[in-house]
């Protein structure tokens, strides 16, 4: 499998878990001393970044390997200790900022994978 579909299914499931997490946090709006919770994906884009390799100035080219297997999401407590809701650090705005945000993202990669599969498949019918 190539980097780009790795990264795309990491992407994926990111977005999965994201899901699940902003829904969380959602149903605990009024919640009394509930945590606000997201996901760590930051330590996975520093290592794609750093394995990004430039050839010149105009190309960037990834690395042999751009993700590791030991790349994993995190779910962190938010340790904000603002009362935004009155009951506890959960601003529905925000959340529903982030779910409309979060949904845009898995669109894109499902679709940029989907078309990876579709290319594939027509390469080996011989279509392309």
Known sequence: MSNNIKLLEKVLDYSALKQRVIGENIANVTTVGYKRKDVDFVNVFDEVNNKLKVDNGKHIKSGDKVLSEKSELVVVEDKNQENVSGFNNVDIDKEMAE??????MF??????????????????????
Request: aromatic residues 10%.
């Open 99 to 104: 779910l409309a945000e979060n949904n845009i």
């Open 107 to 128: 669109k894109f990669a499902a679709r940029r994978m989907n078309q990876y599969f579709r290319d594939l498949q027509a390469v080996i019918k011989g279509g392309r």
